[in-house]
């Protein structure tokens, strides 16, 4: 297993703004996964990216992958005070075991 | 959309007392998961689980930790005597593929408090 490093540990914007968070990792990778967990909650798979795409979208969501830098970010554009939250990457490697590692996230407030 | 149930939301026991938390995974998934998260700290996990035992336990589940699969629907973990460090939210989480080749779903949670 291995665990991301997400980038900023904090992100405050204002409603509207884009966000950007990053994720970096070791070794690797099959691919990658993006989560989000409101206070107290439990997480929610945004969106997976595989080792073999470069960009990926869904709804205000963007992902992209460099595995030549090991690293990934995550736009969301348009944000709401309802994106406010942590995020956190998690690198999946099929072939070294089946957890996922989630590291400190970035939390990210968007102000109304 | 599918969900992971997560059963009791709260439970408060007495150091020492035995628990059982449980959940109710998405039925098609064949992995399992329980990863926990102390008070402003990170998620952390615990172990897996697939075609009826463990593929994968960290350091934290120890001899007091079991987990079982009683029937079709349920996955349970049990922690035998439990510490005043043990309090933490437990989530369930289940994964159609291997490293949750599609994603894993998470349950709500069940906040541990013991006293």
């Known amino acids: 297993s291995q665990q991301g490093e997400e980038d900023p540990q904090a992100l405050s914007i204002q409603e509207g703004e884009n966000a950007t968070m990053n994720c970096s990792y070791k070794?690797?990778?099959?691919?990658l996964q993006w989560y989000r967990q409101n206070s107290g909650r439990g997480l929610v798979h945004l969106i997976l990216?595989?080792?073999?795409?470069r960009e990926k979208h869904s709804g205000r969501l963007r992902v992209t992958l460099d595995t030549s830098k090991k690293s990934s970010s995550l736009l969301i554009t348009a944000s709401r005070a309802a994106d406010t939250a942590s995020y956190f990457c998690?690198?999946?490697?099929?072939?070294?075991?089946?957890?996922?590692?989630f590291g400190e996230g970035t939390q990210l407030t968007v102000n109304p | 959309e599918p969900e992971v149930t997560q059963t009791p939301s709260h439970q408060v026991t007495q150091m020492g007392q035995e628990v059982i938390l449980r959940c109710v995974p998405i039925?098609?998934?064949?992995?399992f998961y329980w990863y926990r998260q102390i008070l402003g700290q990170k998620v952390e996990f615990l172990v897996s689980?697939?075609?009826?035992?463990?593929?994968?336990k960290s350091e934290i589940f120890d001899d007091q930790f079991s987990v079982e699969r009683p029937d079709g629907s349920n996955f349970t973990l049990k922690i035998r005597s439990t510490k005043l460090e043990d309090s933490a939210m437990y989530f369930c989480?289940?994964?159609?593929?291997?490293?949750?080749?599609?994603?894993?779903?998470f349950g709500s949670g069940t906040r541990l408090t013991v006293v």
């Open positions: 039925s098609n998934h064949l992995y």
């Open positions: 998690a690198p999946a490697v099929e072939t070294s075991g089946s957890r996922l590692t």
């Open positions: 990216i595989r080792s073999n795409e």
């Open positions: 989480a289940s994964s159609e593929m291997w490293s949750g080749g599609d994603g894993y779903t």
């Open positions: 689980f697939y075609n009826n035992e463990i593929s994968e």
């Open positions: 070794t690797s990778i099959n691919n």
